[in-house]
């Protein structure tokens, strides 16, 4: 019999509506159940494509036993993390701060009031790993729950005055004064954390770290940091080469369980693969590397091929699991690797790592191992040739990989994810110079408006044509980013219009008194803990973001009250940058921007859009880039400046804008200069 889940959209819902636990979805009928039969909750947060949640609902939640347990004590609530990111923030940070750590499936005692009193992530259905297991914590639970009701009560109200006051702690500092010592101790706080040797940052499991190596690419063109630029690049190279990337299908999966990128955790999620797009447009634009240009090609044909609907939009994931083994669909051994491949097959298997014994749990990932540099030479072949080998090779191994059974596609659709894809969409169309991502993410803009804009009303995710959930900060956020970026992808500067009215929004819903902007809308009442988000997760802090939405939109309408906004919340944010380092990579990179100067550039008249490859082969992060092909003064930044008969170029700084340019190289001199 299936339990009330059978109901929902959300795929990770849907995995649990069979089993025998009477798990609720979120919401105030869980707890007004709870508060009538004076029970404690069971919060258990996970997604669809997290190997851990898969294996703990195996253990767990498919016994019976556990089940009745569960069942007979317990209101068991279950949250899809990425349907409400909100709640798993704020029971995450309450974890943290009970346990030290955290991580999924996240599993969480509440009171009726939605307070957390304990937590913890996986646990076994035996003693192991020093951890007890499931049926005797929850046993510990409700004895603690039976006897000391009134001392658990006290103690979680503790702790969301706690978290309450973390966030008001954090929103209200002081700010501190920028200069060039900021962003060097920044970038040294960031390289601290390197991997030199294999690049990233730390040791596994290892993460891409996308914020991180763009702003080491910005601090490299701002300060000439050799050591910035070498670690970003290695970074960028490695992961290409690792088992991380998928060599045969493109895209990358979500991280790698060891320090040389070569076995990932085989989940592969939308906004990875966008902000790695993003990465590896930076470094495009840097080095001019086809190496850099392949790989953004291939990840933008993956999201494109696996995990678009047919009405526009991206899904969210990839399952790491496929006929309940991790990484089976990837994965190969030598005796079928020879079969498909034939005479070929020794030589691509030295230039993809395979082996006999298999290079992981007696089985292969391709990759291409350190020292393949020289390999067409070293083979005796020609670099021609081998391109060749490795083509057909991979159109053999692709077309036989296809019979194998998929890994679970979880195909709902987040407006923050979609509108990241976006913003990756249109940095590629600038900095590759091409018209279909242009097409593409205009296409995709349209969709997004259709899907997730309802009236005034913005929602947060999308499945089988029905929108739900109001909007998070980061839906938008993301959203104005997306738009102010393919206003300069593709010149249609009715983008930026509707990004300034998006700010407006998040000011009226989400603003906090002291400059920042809370997760959730002053319209949500059903979390007790308004979450702050300032520092770089899996995706970048919202509020810097929205930070450098303020200061865009404050240029583009001359808005100076939101200019100096944006400006106040670096300010504030540049003490807690400098010692975060990583973990602040965004911020980073607005006050680097910030102390160079950004600066809008904008062309206009009726050929602007001809010089749209001149000015975006530059790397030039601190400039917002504007086309005007035609007399729109709709934004105040546009006024005055069109003329039927010639372009013109205007750079502008916070103060004014200089006398116009006539060339593309004019404009670019006087950026540098200034």
Same mark, same amino acid.
């Given at each position: 019999?299936?339990?009330?889940?059978?109901n929902e959209q959300s795929l990770y819902l849907l995995q649990h509506?069979?089993?025998?636990?009477?798990?609720?979805?979120?919401?105030?009928?869980?707890?007004?159940?709870?508060?009538?039969?004076?029970?404690?909750?069971?919060?258990?947060?996970?997604?669809?494509?997290?190997?851990?949640?898969?294996?703990?609902?195996?253990?767990?939640?498919?016994?019976?036993?556990?089940?009745?347990?569960?069942?007979?004590?317990f209101v068991c609530i279950k949250v899809d993390r990425e349907e409400?990111?909100?709640?798993?923030?704020?029971?995450?940070?309450?974890?943290?701060?009970?346990?030290?750590?955290?991580?999924?499936?996240?599993?969480?005692?509440?009171?009726?009031?939605?307070?957390?009193?304990?937590?913890?992530?996986?646990?076994?259905?035996?003693?192991?790993?020093?951890?007890?297991?499931?049926?005797?914590?929850?046993?510990?639970?409700?004895?603690?729950?039976?006897?000391?009701?009134?001392?658990?009560?006290?103690?979680?109200?503790?702790?969301?005055?706690?978290?309450?006051?973390?966030?008001?702690?954090?929103?209200?500092?002081?700010?501190?004064?920028?200069?060039?010592?900021?962003?060097?101790?920044?970038?040294?706080?960031?390289?601290?954390?390197?991997?030199?040797?294999?690049?990233?940052?730390?040791?596994?499991?290892?993460?891409?770290?996308?914020?991180?190596?763009?702003?080491?690419?910005?601090?490299?063109?701002?300060?000439?940091?050799?050591?910035?630029?070498?670690?970003?690049?290695?970074?960028?190279?490695?992961?290409?080469?690792?088992?991380?990337?998928?060599?045969?299908?493109?895209?990358?999966?979500?991280?790698?369980?060891?320090?040389?990128?070569?076995?990932?955790?085989?989940?592969?999620?939308?906004?990875?693969?966008?902000?790695?797009?993003?990465?590896?447009?930076?470094?495009?634009?840097?080095?001019?590397?086809?190496?850099?240009?392949?790989?953004?090609?291939?990840?933008?044909?993956?999201?494109?091929?696996?995990?678009?609907?047919?009405?526009?939009?991206y899904y969210c994931a990839l399952d790491a699991d496929s006929e309940?083994?991790?990484?089976?669909?990837?994965?190969?051994?030598?005796?079928?690797?020879?079969?498909?491949?034939?005479?070929?097959?020794?030589?691509?298997?030295?230039?993809?790592?395979?082996?006999?014994?298999?290079?992981?749990?007696?089985?292969?990932?391709?990759?291409?191992?350190?020292?393949?540099?020289?390999?067409?030479?070293?083979?005796?072949?020609?670099?021609?040739?081998?391109?060749?080998?490795?083509?057909?090779?991979?159109?053999?191994?692709?077309?036989?990989?296809?019979?194998?059974?998929?890994?679970?596609?979880? *195909?709902?659709?987040?407006? /923050?994810? %979609? !509108?990241? =894809?976006?913003?990756? &969409?249109?940095?590629?169309?600038?900095?590759?110079? +091409?018209?279909?991502?242009?097409?593409?993410?205009?296409?995709?803009?349209?969709?997004?408006?259709?899907?997730?804009?309802?009236?005034?009303?913005?929602?947060?995710?999308?499945?089988?044509?029905?929108?739900?959930?109001?909007?998070?900060?980061?839906?938008?956020?993301?959203?104005?980013?997306?738009?102010?970026?393919?206003?300069?992808?593709?010149?249609?500067?009715?983008?930026?219009?509707?990004?300034?009215?998006?700010?407006?929004?998040?000011?009226?819903?989400?603003?906090?008194?002291?400059?920042?902007?809370?997760?959730?809308?002053?319209?949500?009442?059903?979390?007790?803990?308004?979450?702050?988000?300032?520092? *770089?997760?899996?995706?970048? /802090?919202? %509020? !810097?973001? =929205?930070?450098?939405? &303020?200061?865009?939109?404050?240029?583009?309408?001359? +808005?100076?009250?939101?200019?100096?906004?944006?400006?106040?919340?670096?300010?504030?944010?540049?003490?807690?940058?400098?010692?975060?380092?990583?973990?602040?990579?965004?911020?980073?990179?607005?006050?680097?921007?910030?102390?160079?100067?950004?600066?809008?550039?904008?062309?206009?008249?009726?050929?602007?859009?001809?010089?749209?490859?001149?000015?975006?082969?530059?790397?030039?992060?601190?400039?917002?880039?504007?086309?005007?092909?035609?007399?729109?003064?709709?934004?105040?930044?546009?006024?005055?400046?069109?003329?039927?008969?010639?372009?013109?170029?205007?750079?502008?700084?916070?103060?004014?804008?200089?006398?116009?340019?006539?060339?593309?190289?004019?404009?670019?001199?006087?950026?540098?200069?200034?």
């Open positions: 019999m299936p339990n009330r889940l059978i509506a069979n089993n025998p636990v009477d798990w609720y979805p979120w919401g105030d009928e869980a707890f007004d159940k709870a508060r009538q039969e004076g029970k404690p909750l069971i919060v258990s947060i996970g997604y669809a494509a997290c190997h851990w949640c898969h294996v703990m609902e195996r253990e767990s939640f498919e016994d019976e036993e556990t089940a009745l347990y569960m069942n007979t004590n409400h990111p909100d709640v798993d923030h704020m029971y995450m940070d309450a974890v943290q701060a009970i346990a030290g750590n955290g991580g999924w499936p996240l599993n969480v005692f509440v009171t009726p009031d939605r307070i957390p009193f304990y937590g913890g992530t996986y646990y076994p259905p035996k003693p192991a790993y020093s951890r007890p297991s499931w049926s005797q914590l929850m046993q510990r639970m409700i004895q603690i729950w039976d006897t000391q009701r009134d001392e658990v009560t006290a103690q979680a109200e503790q702790m969301v005055n706690y978290l309450r006051e973390s966030v008001n702690s954090i929103a209200t500092g002081k700010g501190l004064v920028l200069d060039e010592r900021t962003t060097a101790d920044i970038a040294e706080n960031i390289l601290k954390q390197a991997d030199s040797e294999y690049g990233g940052f730390g040791n596994a499991p290892k993460f891409p770290g996308t914020m991180a190596i763009s702003y080491l690419l910005e601090h490299a063109r701002y300060a000439g940091s050799e050591a910035a630029r070498g670690h970003a690049l290695l970074s960028l190279d490695a992961m290409a080469d690792g088992g991380i990337y998928d060599q045969l299908g493109g895209g990358f999966a979500r991280y790698s369980t060891d320090r040389q990128w070569l076995a990932p955790h085989f989940e592969k999620m939308l906004y990875d693969n966008a902000l790695l797009v993003i990465s590896y447009c930076d470094a495009f634009a840097v080095t001019r590397r086809v190496r850099y240009k392949t790989i953004i090609d291939e990840v933008i044909a993956f999201v494109e091929r696996e995990l678009k609907d047919p009405s526009g939009g309940g083994v991790e990484g089976k669909f990837y994965t190969w051994n030598l005796a079928e690797w020879n079969s498909i491949l034939g005479e070929d097959a020794s030589l691509m298997a030295a230039y993809f790592g395979i082996t006999e014994h298999g290079n992981w749990e007696e089985t292969n990932i391709m990759h291409i191992p350190a020292g393949n540099q020289n390999f067409a030479a070293d083979n005796n072949i020609s670099n021609n040739e081998l391109t060749e080998k490795i083509k057909t090779a991979k159109q053999r191994l692709l077309a036989e990989r296809n019979k194998r059974i998929r890994p679970q596609t979880d *195909d709902k659709c987040l407006l /923050s994810w %979609n !509108a990241l =894809m976006n913003i990756a &969409l249109s940095k590629a169309a600038r900095v590759l110079g +091409n018209p279909q991502y242009a097409e593409l993410a205009t296409n995709h803009m349209a969709w997004m408006e259709t899907a997730f804009l309802k009236g005034e009303e913005v929602l947060h995710t999308w499945k089988n044509g029905k929108a739900r959930i109001p909007a998070k900060l980061d839906d938008i956020a993301y959203l104005a980013q997306a738009k102010l970026q393919l206003a300069s992808a593709a010149g249609n500067n009715a983008q930026v219009t509707d990004a300034i009215e998006l700010v407006g929004l998040a000011l009226r819903d989400f603003a906090h008194e002291g400059g920042f902007f809370y997760f959730t809308s002053v319209n949500q009442t059903d979390i007790p803990v308004r979450k702050i988000d300032l520092y *770089d997760g899996a995706m970048p /802090s919202a %509020n !810097a973001v =929205m930070a450098h939405n &303020l200061w865009i939109c404050g240029m583009c309408a001359e +808005n100076t009250e939101w200019i100096e906004h944006s400006k106040i919340m670096m300010d504030k944010m540049a003490g807690t940058a400098t010692r975060g380092g990583y973990s602040f990579s965004y911020w980073g990179q607005l006050i680097q921007r910030d102390i160079k100067g950004m600066k809008t550039l904008v062309a206009t008249g009726k050929n602007a859009l001809n010089h749209f490859k001149d000015i975006n082969e530059h790397f030039l992060p601190e400039v917002y880039v504007l086309f005007s092909a035609e007399n729109d003064e709709k934004l105040p930044l546009l006024k005055n400046k069109f003329s039927q008969d010639k372009m013109y170029i205007f750079v502008c700084t916070e103060e004014a804008c200089f006398s116009p340019e006539s060339t593309v190289g004019q404009a670019i001199e006087r950026i540098d200069r200034f």
